[in-house]
């Protein structure tokens, strides 16, 4: 059974940092590809990061290139989220999330069958 446990979110100032972290346990090798995602109150879940599990290639979309990293242990048990020069557009439930995500949808939550429970991230001004 695949389970995916988020940690590390909390309140912080624009400007500041957080490091979300996502333990994986029971991931088939088929799964090739985590992510985090978030929401927003009223909004729908949207991709800010992608890792392949294989090769370590990652993705960002341009909301959070160059200020979001995301990586993953020598182990692979843990995947994180390192998130710099926080906005108040940031805050969000963020979710760690694996799949089969191929090019066209590795943004997309279609293709991510496993999710964690979430973890609240809020940036105030």
């Known amino acids: 059974q695949v389970q995916l446990v988020e940690s590390g979110g909390g309140s912080v100032q624009a400007g500041g940092s957080l490091r979300l972290s996502c333990a994986v346990s029971?991931?088939?090798?088929?799964?090739?590809?985590m992510a985090w995602f978030r929401q927003a109150p009223g909004k729908g879940r949207e991709g800010v990061a992608v890792?392949?599990?294989?090769?370590?290639?990652?993705y960002y979309p341009d909301s959070v290139l160059g200020r979001f990293t995301i990586s993953q242990d020598n182990a692979k048990i843990t995947v994180y989220l390192q998130m710099n020069n926080l906005k108040p557009e940031d805050s969000a439930t963020y979710y760690c999330?694996?799949?089969?995500?191929?090019?066209?949808?590795?943004?997309?939550?279609?293709?991510?069958?496993?999710w964690g429970q979430g973890t609240q991230v809020t940036v105030s001004s």
């Open positions: 999330a694996a799949g089969s995500a191929g090019t066209w949808c590795r943004f997309s939550q279609v293709c991510y069958t496993d």
């Open positions: 029971g991931i088939r090798s088929s799964r090739n590809s």
């Open positions: 890792l392949y599990r294989g090769g370590g290639d990652t």
